[in-house]
């Protein structure tokens, strides 16, 4: 029983990670119809930057953190800039292609600078809680209790502004809105600026359990995704729901077969795309 | 047939100049032959019918490994291991295709990673003991014909040129026939095809297949016919490669077969280039821009050149 228990944890607390990234997608996806395939790379820049950050003298660990999100939301708006916009028109496949290739040049960039794996301290707590049996690292409490509150900084930010009511109409309906005035040239980047922010968030999160190198990137986004589809690409409580079934399946999956954990992960991947692709939550925020 | 012979001077005439001292410039040729023959088989499937596939260095690596243990683990004749590695990825293509072909657009790219990342994963596990995990399989025999082994450098090169001839005579038959319309309806429209009653999956399924039996047939090649002997899961089948592929395609022009044989030879130059001016560029090792240049060939290709940048012959986009 504790044992079930304890992976059900673990799978809650890298579950809230999947589910962040997955909010990214459907924010990005809703403002310009497209999957950024770049959206793992956010994750991992924001985990590799706050490492870097927090090696120069003088700067204290919050500093490191809030510096490098804000510059991860930054590289979210030049990808929109640089990447996307001038593309618009072109067709989805055309797009995918684009942000693989956005992808690539993050990915591999960081690789120039540094091949190595690094590790972030933990946040400070007591070592674990233990739970009927279950132990709770700090960190998992962390993780669940920092993602839950971006998530519903977002959502109240989606419902109650006029700049996310704005990017709710959006995701309903592009052309209504750009034919009421409304200048949605900023809002996409905004989007990715936004989406790159959680993605960040969730690489700092991440680190102190996992460890974090310029290739974590793909497999993150792709569980990510996986959450994503999931809950019903475009839905943000389906998201946060798919995200965590994704984690939990794939912790108690990785207990059974020891040594296939990336095959079965991928698996289920395939099994959602193939069985749901409108998700279990199909609809939108 | 003017495209032909053209290709026929391109890979032979590297024969008589090389042959003496420069037999590594040759063996790039040959690697080029390879990714070449990949870049064909994936330019039939993204190029002509639209579909992506980021898992096209799983077939590759697919017919590479099936090629390699079939000469190191089974010790059979390479060549019945070549039709091993053109018939075991075309048997794994249609059985992820079958659910596969099914999706569109980004559901597909992600598919497609997922298998190209499972079948790198299960290869690098080493299941069975059969893959040699992450340090690969050695001491490959090469190909022979009664009496004569390939493996030389000169003759791995003849060897490799005529299958890509053979396989670019095939690939242009196939886009000039009536299936080849209808692959490029496809790409125009689904829905239209869809519409005259044809069975839009069952065509993307025999594309899909086709073109991993012929990705496949690279990677057989290559287990056989590149010089180390040596094939491991990082070289022959990872998502970087896969990515490659498509960016030797793009930057040739989708729907131009010559153009992807030639963005296949720029790609295959790139690192070379790279390398030779490594230590001349501070801070950096240009070794390690190599996927960025990728990655920013295909964002600059697909903004300002979408028909891409080599379009010799083939049809407009």
Redesign the interface.
Known sequence: MSEILQYLISGIGIGTIYALIATGFCLTYNTSGIINFAQGEFVMLGGMLTVGLSQVPGLSMNAAVAISIALTALIGVAVERIAIRPARGAGLTTLIIITIGVSFVIKALTGAVTKDEFVLPALPGPNTHLFMGASIPAQTVWIICIGAAIVIGLWLFLKYTLIGTTLRAMAENRQAVSNLGVESETLPALSFALSAAIGAAAGVLITPITQMSWLKGTELGLKGFCGAVLGGMGSIPGAVIGGLLVGIAETTGSALFSGYKEVIAFSLVLAVLYTKPQGIMGGRL | MKATLLLVVFLFLPCLVFMGNHTYYLSLMTMGSMYAIVALSLNLL?GYT???S?CHAAFYGIGAYAAAMAGVNFSLNPWIGLAAAVICPALVAFV?GF??VR?R???L???T???G??VY??LR?DPFGATGGPGGIFAIPPLAVPGYAISSDVSRHVTVSLVLIAVFILCRSVVGSRFGSLMQAIHESQNAVVSLGIDVNMVKLKVFVASAALAGLAGGLYSYCSPLAYINPDDAAS?MLS?KF?VMV?IGGTMSLAGGIAGAFAITWLPELLRAASGKVPM??PA?????I??????AT??YA?GGLFRIGGHRA
């Open positions: 993204l639209g579909q992506i980021l992820v659910p596969t999706l657009e980004h559901y790219a992600m598919a990673l997922g298998i990342m499972i994963a299960v596990a998502v990515v498509i793009v950096v090792n390690d821009l190599e996927a960025v990728y990655g920013a060939v295909l964002i697909l903004i979408p």
